[in-house]
Antibody, heavy 117, light 107 residues
């Protein structure tokens, strides 16, 4: 049973960079044809797909976030990471990582990130 | 970008009711649509993929239908644990996904 777990700071200052890591257990991050996604959800709001990465390192991002987002992968640690630069209060949300086959069948529990001085 | 519009935004129902949620896409997405259930404080849970295929372990009272631009999720007989928020998601292009705004199902 694959499990995902997000980790990272819960508080980030405006204009700084948000960095989160998703640790995958129970499956190799390089196995199958999966990619690995990040999704966020502001309080009381809907789900917003941020982007994903394939084990090869190929990435795709939501266009409106593309200039600020980098997703990277560390196959040796079975982890992938999200970096979001120049954050504002609008980036305050719960950030989820998920295993991606087009559908998102396995999710982490989510990491709450607040952007505040 | 492909926009997904769910209706209704909120749905009040009772245990045993049959309910239907609609998801409309701004362009043809064939059958590349999924449905998720999300309970407060939890991650979403995949219910349906490819418009009508039931994810393993999901009760058969959940069903999906549709193709092209119009899709529905039906719950045939509501159970207490079904009161949650439901989201549709398109994956017509594997390079850019989008979600509907959600439908909150409450008593």
């Amino acid at each position: 049973q694959v499990q995902l777990q997000e980790s990272g700071p819960g508080l980030v200052k405006p204009s700084e960079t948000l960095t989160l890591t998703c640790s995958v257990s129970g499956a190799s991050i390089t196995s199958g044809t999966y990619s690995w996604s990040w999704v966020r959800q502001a309080a009381g709001k809907g789900l917003e797909w941020i982007g994903h990465i394939y084990p090869s390192g190929t990435t795709n991002y939501k266009p409106s976030l593309k200039s600020r987002v980098t997703i990277s992968i560390d196959t040796s640690k079975n982890q992938f990471s999200l970096s979001l630069t120049s954050v504002t209060a609008a980036d305050t949300a719960i950030y989820f990582c998920a295993r991606d086959s087009g559908t998102l069948g396995n999710w982490g529990q989510g990491a709450r990130v607040t952007v505040s001085a | 970008d492909i926009q997904l519009t769910q209706s209704p935004s909120t749905l009040s129902a009772s245990v045993g009711d049959r309910v239907t949620i609609t998801c409309r896409a701004s362009q043809n997405i064939n059958r590349w649509l999924a449905w998720y259930q999300q309970k407060p404080g939890k991650a979403p849970n995949l219910l349906i993929y490819k418009a009508s295929s039931l994810e393993s372990g999901v009760p058969s009272r959940f069903s999906g239908s549709g193709s092209g631009t119009e899709f529905t999720l039906t719950i045939s007989s509501l159970q207490p644990g079904d009161f949650a928020t439901y989201f549709c998601q398109q994956y017509n292009s594997y390079t850019l996904y989008s979600f509907g705004q959600g439908t909150k199902l409450d008593i």
